[in-house]
Every structure is written in C-alpha cells, then in structure tokens.
Nanobody, 117 residues
Framework: QVQLVESGGGLVQAGGSLRLSCAASGRTFSSYAMGWFRQAPGKGREFVAAISQSHSTYYADSVKGRFTISRDNAKNTVYLQMNSLKPEDTAVYYC???????????WGQGTQVTVSS
C-alpha cells in the first residue's frame, strides 16, 4: 500500500523559508515521478513543482527561482525548499507520486503553509 506523508509546514513571515518533506512508502520510490501541488482557500489545486525519475525538474512560473524540488532516493523522500515566501503562497501543500511527471495516482494528506505579511 502506497503512503505519502508530508511534513514541514507551518507559519512563517513573508520573505522567510520553509522546507517541506514527503516520505513515501509502499513501492520503489526511485521508479516514480514526484510532484508538489497546493490548494489555497476557495481555490482549485494548482501545480507547484515536479521531479522525474532522472531528476529533471519542472516549476510553475509563480514559484520559479524561489522554490526548489529535490529527491533523495535513499531516503524515499522528496523535498520542496521554499524561499522568499509570499502571502500568496499560503495553501495546503500536497505531494503526489506517479509513473510520469504530470500523471499521479497517489496523493498525501497535505501540510498547511501560512505566510503572514
């Protein structure tokens, strides 16, 4: 059974940083692409970043240059380093796992990120 568990969310002031982690279990982590998504109150879920099995990375324009996605296959974990945070980054952040970037079949439960102005 695949499980994805996010951690690292919290309250931070604008301009600050947070690092989110997503620990995966249940299948061979290195064989799957990973993604981060977010959902703000009253809005739909939006793509944030993704990393392929070969470590190619992809970012939404809104976070490019501020966020960095990485993965540690030895720890079965994907990370999202978030710098220069803005109030509009406030959302529940979810990680996802799938066979290819853009097609995900498992999702975590989410972690709240709140950026105060």
């Amino acid at each position: 059974q695949v499980q994805l568990v996010e951690s690292g969310g919290g309250l931070v002031q604008a301009g600050g940083s947070l690092r989110l982690s997503c620990a995966a279990s249940g299948r061979t982590f290195s064989s799957y692409a990973m993604g981060w998504f977010r959902q703000a109150p009253g809005k739909g879920r939006e793509f944030v970043a993704a990393i392929s099995q070969s470590h190619s990375t992809y970012y939404a324009d809104s976070v490019k240059g501020r966020f960095t996605i990485s993965r540690d296959n030895a720890k079965n974990t994907v990370y999202l380093q978030m710098n220069s945070l803005k109030p509009e980054d406030t959302a529940v952040y979810y990680c996802a796992e799938g066979r290819v970037v853009g097609v995900y079949d498992y999702w975590g439960q989410g972690t709240q990120v709140t950026v105060s102005s």
